[in-house]
T-cell receptor, first 116, second 114 residues
Framework: DAGVIQSPRHEVTEMGQEVTLRCKPISGHDYLFWYRQTMMRGLELLIYFNNNVPIDDSGMPEDRFSAKMPNASFSTLKIQPSEPRDSAVYFC??????????????FGSGTQLSVL | GDSVTQMEGPVTLSEEAFLTINCTYTATGYPSLFWYVQYPGEGLQLLLKATKADDKGSNKGFEATYRKETTSFHLEKGSVQVSDSAVYFCALSMGKAAGNKLTFGGGTRVLVKP
């Protein structure tokens, strides 16, 4: 398997623009997580899904952030409008609850977002 | 709520030195404990884990023992290499009941010099 795939790797945008981050989890994984990493706050869980259903979005900073998972192989994290304080590395991770390697999260390589 | 506290870095070592990174946790139940490693420009990778008290996780020369009495999960390696330079994250999970989500510590940057 190719692992968790995120795109784009880097995104530079101007304040006020819409940003969409994409994630393809590992096939067969039933959980998907979006994390944000900054120097100031470390790794923060934004939202996670189970079987494509959002379970906990309490970490989403504000209404400008939204996430969807239309099917088991694709998720998006959207920021509209973007602000400079949204600049961070955004990670997607997936895991499964049955079989081997339960509780092990597999992370993508992240999207480095810079909002100017 | 559940939380993880780990020593702040950076930790700078010479090759072949002994490495310890302290990690303590607060949880309402009995979590599983993890160490993840992040190499420059990459996502996090699982390094080792322990699922119950007194379990020892080990991988690539790293070890950590789940100490329930001290709520700790310190990471150790007897002889580090330059390739061990990375950021190390301690984390806990309350398992399926909490959606397998991980709560991370702040991370400890380790720099190993030749």
């Amino acid at each position: 398997d190719a692992g968790v795939i995120q795109s784009p790797r880097h995104e530079v945008t101007e304040m006020g623009q819409e940003v969409t981050l994409r994630c393809k989890p590992i096939s067969g994984h039933d959980y998907l997580f979006w994390y944000r990493q900054t120097m100031m706050r470390g790794l923060e869980l934004l939202i996670y899904f189970n079987n494509n259903v959002p379970i906990d979005d309490s970490g989403m900073p504000e209404d400008r952030f939204s996430a969807k998972m239309p099917n088991a192989s694709f998720s998006t994290l959207k920021i509209q409008p973007s602000e400079p304080r949204d600049s961070a590395v955004y990670f997607c991770a997936s895991s499964r609850t049955v079989g081997g390697e339960r509780e092990k999260l597999f992370f993508g390589s992240g999207t480095q977002l810079s909002v100017l | 709520g559940d939380s993880v506290t780990q020593m702040e870095g950076p930790v700078t070592l010479s090759e072949e030195a002994f490495l310890t990174i302290n990690c303590t946790y607060t949880a309402t139940g009995y979590p599983s404990l993890f160490w993840y490693v992040q190499y420059p420009g990459e996502g996090l990778q699982l390094l080792l884990k322990a699922t119950k008290a007194d379990d020892k996780g080990s991988n690539k020369g790293f070890e950590a023992t789940y100490r329930k009495e001290t709520t700790s999960f310190h990471l150790e390696k007897g002889s580090v290499q330059v390739s061990d330079s990375a950021v190390y994250f301690c984390a806990l999970s309350m398992g399926k009941a909490a959606g397998n989500k991980l709560t991370f510590g702040g991370g400890t940057r380790v720099l190993v010099k030749p």
